[in-house]
């Protein structure tokens, strides 16, 4: 089982709807979660990080973390073609190694 | 968020040649900083964390004698690919880490083509 799995896609939505975005870990030890977006050919951006259970908004994009569920989600509101990107999750394994745990991120593409 | 500059962008070079890339934290003391390599169409694949003032430490199945790695300084990581391949054409791209809760910030990659 990996560490951090995500669904490869990708996710088609209209323009306008709300996508969203699915990750699970098996490390029940975690404590923080990223999100990270990645355009073809560009290096990853940080979007969100959330530590604690429940929603976090920033903008149009929302983290949701459960942590009894070993779930972390993205939701993003009203989206663009240029939302149109690979969607990375990142876990902290809090096991002393500093590097994140990246999963193998989304496709999402959004439709005009 | 942190700064993370890289250079060069791109970079192509011959076969058997070696090519450095430099990874500077521009926004503060990074004494780690990660180096990862990315193949078209696939996941990011960590390569090494680089310590500053001591040795790197690679993952599994990187070749420390072909990755060299030197943290000097608190703000400056350098990535060599000695005698180069075309095999080894990637996107390389470094990663410093810090606050809050050690948040890892990417550089803009660079970009290697072995020819």
């Known amino acids: 089982q990996k560490e951090v799995e995500q669904n490869s896609g990708p996710l088609s939505v209209p323009e306008g709807a709300i996508a969203s975005l699915n990750c699970t870990y098996s490390?029940?030890?975690?404590?923080?979660f990223f999100w990270y977006r990645q355009y073809s050919g560009k290096s990853p951006e940080l979007i969100m990080s959330?530590?604690?259970?429940g929603d976090k908004e920033d903008g149009r994009f929302t983290a949701q973390l459960n942590k009894a569920s070993q779930y972390v989600s993205l939701l993003i509101r009203d989206s663009q073609p240029s939302d149109s990107a690979t969607y990375l999750c990142?876990?902290?394994?809090?096991?002393?190694?500093?590097?994140?745990?990246f999963g193998s991120g989304t496709r999402l593409q959004v439709q005009p | 968020g942190a700064v993370v500059s890289q250079h060069p962008s791109r970079v192509i070079c011959k076969s058997g040649t070696s090519v450095k890339i430099e990874c500077r934290s521009l926004?503060?003391?990074?004494?780690?900083m990660f180096w990862y390599r990315q193949f078209p169409k696939q996941s990011l694949m960590l390569m090494a964390t680089?310590?500053?003032?001591?040795?790197?430490?690679?993952e599994q199945g990187v070749e420390k004698d072909k990755f060299l790695i030197n943290h000097a300084s608190l703000t400056l990581s350098t990535l060599t690919v000695t005698s180069a391949h075309p095999e080894d054409s990637s996107f390389y791209i470094c990663?410093?880490?810090?606050?809050?809760?050690?948040?890892?910030?990417f550089g803009p990659g660079t970009r290697l083509l072995v020819l």
């Open positions: 680089s310590n500053e003032g001591s040795k790197a430490t690679y």
């Open positions: 959330i530590y604690s259970n």
């Open positions: 926004d503060f003391q990074a004494t780690t």
């Open positions: 990142a876990v902290n394994p809090d096991t002393g190694r500093r590097a994140l745990t």
């Open positions: 490390d029940r030890v975690s404590q923080s």
């Open positions: 990663s410093d880490v810090g606050p809050p809760k050690e948040t890892q910030y």
